[in-house]
């Protein structure tokens, strides 16, 4: 025996159906007005820091080999050397649980005066350095003080300016290795 479907199942059509839009629309305004007023608030900083090319092309039309500066960053010291060892290897241990970064910048401002024209640092931190130490190391090499001595550059245009940046160019040596000892 057969039934009878319960109304229920059967359509009567398309039924119009309100949808309260006004608090939804609400929302969305004071959310955008929020999200707007907070990244206006907002700094951001950005040090540019290239990654080194490897290149098997040599260059022959340098006489001179590069400084070619490098900095160690272990977690109890620095080591700042160079490749063509054109300066003595320094370093500089921890004082009090901190980098002697002072002594670092003292250091870096007299291989500047050196070498007037090098403008580039390598790095090479261990996978262990913290965020803020690596920053304040940045910091310290990238520009000079108020209470350094002026070095001044010729510009393109053939006009000496004082250069504000002690190394501007921070490169990171040993991004591909994972380890901070570059094995």
């Not at 109890?76 to 910048?105: C, E, G, M, T, V």
Request: charged residues 25%; hydrophobic residues 40%; aromatic residues 8%.
């Amino acid at each position: 025996m057969l039934k009878r479907p319960s109304q229920r199942r059967r359509s009567h059509g398309t039924q119009e159906v309100d949808l309260p839009l006004v608090p939804i629309m609400d929302a969305f305004v004071t959310l955008i007005a929020f999200l707007l007023l907070a990244t206006s608030m907002l700094a951001v900083t950005l040090i540019d820091t290239p990654v080194p090319i490897v290149s098997s092309v040599p260059d022959d039309n340098k006489k001179d080999k590069p400084l070619a500066l490098t900095l160690e960053i272990a977690e109890d010291s620095l080591k700042l050397s160079s490749a063509f060892r054109k300066i003595q290897p320094q370093a500089f241990p921890k004082i009090d649980k901190n980098y002697d970064l002072d002594k670092l910048h003292e250091a870096l401002v007299a291989i500047r005066k050196q070498f007037p024209n090098e403008k580039s640092i390598t790095f090479q931190p261990q996978a262990e350095i913290k965020y803020n130490d690596l920053i304040a190391i940045m910091d310290a090499t990238r520009l000079f003080l108020k209470t350094d001595e002026t070095l001044f550059v010729t510009g393109d245009d053939g006009i000496s300016k004082p250069d504000p940046f002690l190394f501007q160019g921070v490169l990171f040596g040993n991004v591909m290795s994972g380890s901070g000892s570059g094995k």
